[in-house]
């Protein structure tokens, strides 16, 4: 294989997936995963939705930081998670717990989700709300009345990413490649 199909290979497909089947062993976290996406989400609802998040946001550290001031597993900012606690109170603790940090994250997808109820497939929706998680739910807002004008399905996630740069400038790729790592990462995990 030529150096420049490499490269080419590698911006198609930046996270070999192999490269996070390694987190099928990580199971310190899977029980708060999967408690409070049922709580959140129902028993249906696949849990390891927010463990591939998880590990797109932190690698499953409880002690990691942004430059921006969000920490935990989640990566939950401040102010995001005082809004949660205020929302959903039986949410305790502080949001460098893991237990709570999970929790509060997956809650705060189940208000982003909740945004988006308009019929579009599902895998959609789960686009729209890990868009809104990364984001901001208002700029993808201020996306879906954009791909509207253009005479665009502003109900489904393709039309969406082709205008966030429009809307978010170089953060649009950030978001669109967050949303492919999960998916990815959810692909791999067992």
């Given at each position: 294989?030529?150096?420049?199909?490499?490269?080419?290979?590698?911006?198609?497909?930046?996270?070999?997936?192999?490269?996070?089947?390694?987190?099928?062993?990580?199971?310190k976290?899977?029980?708060?995963?999967?408690?409070?996406s049922?709580?959140?989400f129902?028993?249906?609802?696949?849990?390891?939705?927010?463990?591939?998040?998880?590990?797109?946001?932190?690698?499953?550290?409880?002690k990691?930081?942004?430059r921006?001031?969000?920490?935990?597993?989640?990566?939950?900012?401040?102010?995001t998670?005082?809004?949660?606690?205020?929302?959903?109170?039986?949410?305790?603790?502080?949001?460098?717990?893991?237990?709570?940090n999970?929790?509060?994250?997956?809650?705060?997808?189940?208000?982003?989700?909740?945004?988006?109820?308009a019929?579009?497939?599902?895998?959609?929706?789960?686009?729209?709300?890990?868009?809104?998680?990364?984001?901001?739910?208002?700029?993808?807002?201020?996306?879906?009345?954009?791909?509207?004008?253009?005479?665009?399905?502003e109900?489904?996630?393709?039309?969406?990413?082709?205008?966030?740069?429009?809307?978010?400038g170089?953060?649009?790729?950030?978001?669109?490649?967050?949303?492919?790592?999960i998916?990815?990462?959810?692909?791999?995990?067992?």
């Open positions: 294989m030529t150096q420049k199909v490499f490269i080419i290979l590698l911006f198609i497909n930046p996270y070999p997936a192999q490269a996070f089947e390694r987190y099928n062993r990580v199971v976290y899977d029980q708060y995963f999967s408690k409070y049922k709580r959140f129902g028993p249906h609802f696949d849990w390891k939705y927010f463990k591939a998040q998880a590990i797109a946001e932190s690698r499953l550290e409880a990691a930081k942004s921006v001031g969000a920490v935990g597993v989640m990566q939950i900012m401040p102010k998670f005082e809004e949660i606690r205020r929302k959903k109170p039986t949410i305790k603790g502080t949001r460098e717990q893991p237990r709570w999970i929790a509060a994250g997956i809650y705060y997808d189940r208000m982003n989700w909740n945004t988006w109820k019929e579009r497939p599902f895998q959609d929706r789960i686009n729209f709300m890990f868009g809104s998680f990364n984001s901001g739910k208002g700029n993808i807002l201020k996306a879906q009345k954009l791909a509207k004008k253009k005479g665009l399905n109900n489904l996630w393709e039309p969406i990413e082709q205008v966030l740069p429009e809307v978010t170089q953060h649009s790729q950030e978001t669109i490649g967050y949303i492919k790592k998916n990815q990462i959810k692909g791999v995990l067992r």
